[in-house]
C-alpha cells in the first residue's frame, strides 16, 4: 500500500516544512522525539533575551527542513542521491540532538558525567531502530551509519555535523530570530545553493566565499553576545551549582532533596556509565523536572541550596564580568574575601557561591573539517588559503575570555 498521508508545519523561521514519508511521521511522533518540545534550545538564554524559548523540537525540525533543501539542490547539480541516501539523511538530522538533557548545553555532562549528547543521540537511535513498529524497525541502519560518518558518501555526514552543517545554519538562524539579535542573521539560503561535491566530500563554490565568510562572524558574534553573555554565563553556572549541591547532598543520604520524579535516579541510583544508563529514565527527563526540583529546593533546609535555587528563580545570579587576562591573584582573593565576609559558611560551601573560570571559542579550526572551496579553475583550495580571506587572522584565533563568579547579598 502506497503511502500518501502528507503534512504541513509553518515554521517561524523557514516557513512551511514538509512531512511526507513514513519514516519521519514515526520518528517525530515517538515519545523520545516528542520530549524535544520540553528541553530550552538556548537554556537560560531567555533571562536575557526573554524569546528565546525555543525548543530542540523547534530547532530539529528546521535543521530537517535545510537538509531537504541541501539535498535538493545537491541532486540538482547532478550529485548522485539515492531516495534511500536521501530519507536515511533527513532521519538521521532529525534525531541529530535526540540526546540532549535538560537546557541543553547548560547541563551538559553534569548529570551524566563525561556523557555527550552525541553518544546519547546514537544509543537513542539504535533503540528506535529496534523498535517493533514496523514504520522505524530496522529502518534507520542508513541513517545511523551517515551519522557516525561510516558510508562512503561522507558529504552526506557533513550536512550533519562539519563546518557549514545544516544544524548550524538552522541554529543561528533560528537563535537570531527568537532572540532579536540581528547579528546572527545568515544568508543560509545562498550557502545551501553554493554547495557542492567533490570526491565525495562537500565543497563550496567560489561565488559563496563571503556568504560563508559572514557566516563564521555571525558565529562568533552570536557567541560572545548571546551564548556566552556574562548573564548567560552566570545563569546557567548557578544552575550547574545547584545540581551539583543537589548531588551531594543526595550523596549524604539527605531524603529531603528527592523530587519523586525520575531526576531522582541521575541524582543518585544512575552508575554513570553509559552502557548502564536506563534509556526510557532517560528520555523521561526533561527541563520540567529540573524547575520543578528547583522550585521545592527554594524550601530546603541546606542554605546554600536554598540560597541558590531562590536567586536563579528570581533572576538574581552571580554577578559576573568577562575579561581577557587571566584572574589574578589579587583579583581572586577580593572576591574570596568579599564573599566570605558577607556568608557564614564553611569554605567547601562557600565554593558554591564564589568560584573562577573561563570561556574559549575557536570558531575555524585549520584541521581536517576545513572549509574547502571549488575555484573557478576547477581546483580545490582551503578557505584559508584564499587571499584577503578574513578567515586566516579573525577568525582561525581562538578567543579566550577569564571571569569570577560570586554572590552578592
Known amino acids: 500500500m502506497t503511502f500518501t498521508h502528507r503534512k504541513i508545519i509553518n515554521d517561524p523561521v523557514h516557513g512551511f516544512i514538509t512531512i511526507n514519508d513514513p519514516l ?37 525540525l528546521g535543521a530537517y ?70 514504520a522505524l524497525k530496522g529502518q534507520l541502519n542508513l541513517a545511523i551509519s551517515i551519522f557516525t560518518d561510516q558510508y562512503p558518501k561522507r558529504f552526506l555526514h557533513q550536512l550533519i ?23 546572527g542573521v545568515i544568508g543560509y539560503e545562498r550557502i545551501l545553493k553554493m554547495l557542492t561535491v567533490h570526491n565525495n566530500e562537500l565543497v563550496v563554490e567560489e561565488k559563496g566565499i563571503n556568504s560563508v565568510e559572514k557566516f563564521l562572524m555571525s558565529r562568533r558574534l552570536m557567541y560572545w553576545q548571546v551564548y556566552r553573555h556574562k548573564t548567560v554565563i552566570a545563569s546557567e553556572n548557578m ?24 531526576l531522582d535516579y541521575f541524582l543518585g541510583s544512575f552508575s554513570g556509565k553509559i552502557n548502564n544508563l536506563d534509556l526510557n529514565a532517560y528520555c523521561g527527563l526533561d527541563d520540567t523536572d529540573v524547575l520543578f526540583a528547583i522550585k521545592k529546593w527554594q524550601h530546603h533546609s541546606d542554605p546554600v541550596l536554598s540560597l541558590l535555587c531562590t ?9 559576573c564580568t568577562l575579561q581577557p587576562t587571566a584572574i589574578t591573584e589579587a583579583q581572586w582573593d577580593a572576591a574570596w574575601t568579599q564573599t566570605k565576609t558577607k556568608f557564614n559558611l564553611p569554605e567547601s560551601e562557600l565554593a558554591y557561591l564564589c568560584f573562577k573560570c573561563n570561556a574559549t571559542n575557536t570558531l575555524y579550526k ?7 572551496i571549488l575555484l573557478k579553475s576547477g581546483e580545490i583550495t582551503n ?26 547579598e
Open 311 to 319: 536567586r536563579l528563580l528570581n533572576r538574581d545570579c552571580y554577578k
Open 65 to 134: 527542513h535545510l537538509m531537504c533543501i541541501a539535498i535538493n539542490e545537491l541532486k540538482d547539480k547532478g550529485i548522485e542521491i539515492t531516495k534511500e541516501e536521501a530519507l536515511a539523511a533527513k532521519a538521521a538530522i532529525l534525531l541529530h540532538d535526540i540526546g540532549h538533557g535538560p537546557y541543553s548545553h547548560a547541563l551538559e555532562n553534569v548529570l551524566l558525567k563525561d556523557i555527550h549528547h552525541e553518544d546519547l543521540s546514537l544509543l537513542i537511535m539504535q533503540s528506535l531502530n529496534q523498535e517493533k513498529d514496523p
Open 239 to 262: 544552575l550547574v551549582k545547584i545540581i551539583e549541591r543537589a548531588h551531594a547532598l543526595f550523596s549524604s543520604k539527605d531524603e529531603s532533596i528527592k523530587t519523586g520524579s525520575v
Open 366 to 372: 585549520n584541521d581536517n573539517e576545513t572549509i574547502k
Open 24 to 60: 519521519i511521521f514515526a520518528i517525530i511522533n515517538h515519545p523520545f522525539y516528542q520530549r524535544l518540545r520540553r528541553i530550552q534550545q538556548m537554556a537560560l538564554a531567555q533571562l536575557v533575551y526573554p524569546g528565546a524559548v525555543h525548543t530542540r523540537f523547534h530547532h530539529s
Open 383 to 408: 578557505i584559508s588559503q584564499i587571499q584577503n580571506a578574513l578567515i586566516v587572522e579573525s577568525l582561525s584565533a581562538p578567543v579566550k575570555k577569564f571571569y569570577i563568579c560570586l554572590l552578592n
Open 161 to 183: 555535523s562539519g563546518q557549514l552543517d545544516v544544524d548550524r545554519l538552522d541554529y543561528l538562524s533560528r537563535d537570531s530570530f527568537f532572540t532579536g539579535v540581528s547579528e
